[in-house]
């Protein structure tokens, strides 16, 4: 039988193709508790913006619906193939580290309380890390990372320029901030990191 991938990819392969794009990859996975459907694209000029995703997700979720090959409850994305890179890092001690990655899709789109999961290259494990910042004008996401195993200190090794295989997000259920009249943000250690992109939307 074949793959969720494989009868995903038959079945949105000709909407895709219909709009203009060339479907790159199609990846399912079980990541935590939840279960993840991405659709990576292409087009043959220029790169893929947040409204050409947003395309062809709305294109192709009545076919994913109706086909209902998922029997799981899974969150759907769109992305680009696009190449994200670091262009800032900052040691803030011996096993805390900031990095500034270059993911303008994922920024446009980012909120408290979120999270994003990279891969280095094709020999490294994917890891979840929170969003500690977004720039959606920049087109930048900022994470906080503690060196605690091999692919946080492999992640540390990289310098400025380098170029992150996978880069994806941003996913989870961002932070409920509407309607709020009085908020106390509080964060110790390196939970300051994950407050701060809260204090700054209440701001």
């Known amino acids: 039988m074949a793959s969720i991938e494989e009868r995903v990819e038959t079945l949105v392969k000709n909407a895709i193709e219909g709009l203009g794009y060339q479907l790159y990859d199609v990846q399912y996975a079980k990541e935590g508790r939840d279960y993840f459907l991405r659709i990576f694209i292409e087009k043959e000029e220029g790169t893929i913006s947040l409204e050409d995703c947003e395309k062809v997700n709305n294109s192709i979720e009545e076919?994913?619906?109706?086909?209902?090959?998922?029997?799981?409850?899974?969150?759907?994305?769109?992305?680009?193939?696009?190449?994200?890179?670091?262009?800032?890092?900052?040691?803030?001690?011996?096993?805390?580290?900031?990095?500034?990655?270059?993911?303008?899709?994922?920024?446009?789109?980012?909120?408290?309380?979120?999270?994003?999961i990279l891969r280095i290259d094709e020999k490294g494990e994917r890891v979840p890390f929170t969003i500690s910042d977004y720039d959606a004008e920049k087109g930048t996401v900022?994470?906080?990372?503690?060196?605690?195993?091999?692919?946080?200190?492999?992640?540390?090794?990289?310098?400025?320029?380098?170029?992150?295989?996978?880069?994806?997000?941003?996913?989870?259920?961002?932070?409920d901030l509407e309607n709020k009249k009085r908020v106390a943000v509080i964060g110790g250690g390196l939970g300051t990191a994950i407050a701060y992109p809260q204090a700054k939307k209440l701001k």
């Open 142 to 175: 900022t994470i906080v990372v503690q060196v605690v195993g091999k692919t946080t200190r492999d992640l540390q090794k990289c310098e400025v320029g380098t170029e992150l295989l996978d880069f994806v997000g941003p996913l989870g259920v961002p932070t």
């Open 63 to 116: 076919l994913l619906d109706k086909a209902d090959y998922i029997k799981e409850q899974y969150f759907s994305e769109v992305s680009s193939t696009g190449i994200e890179k670091i262009i800032r890092k900052e040691n803030l001690n011996t096993s805390v580290f900031l990095m500034e990655i270059e993911a303008p899709l994922v920024a446009k789109k980012a909120q408290p309380g979120q999270f994003i």
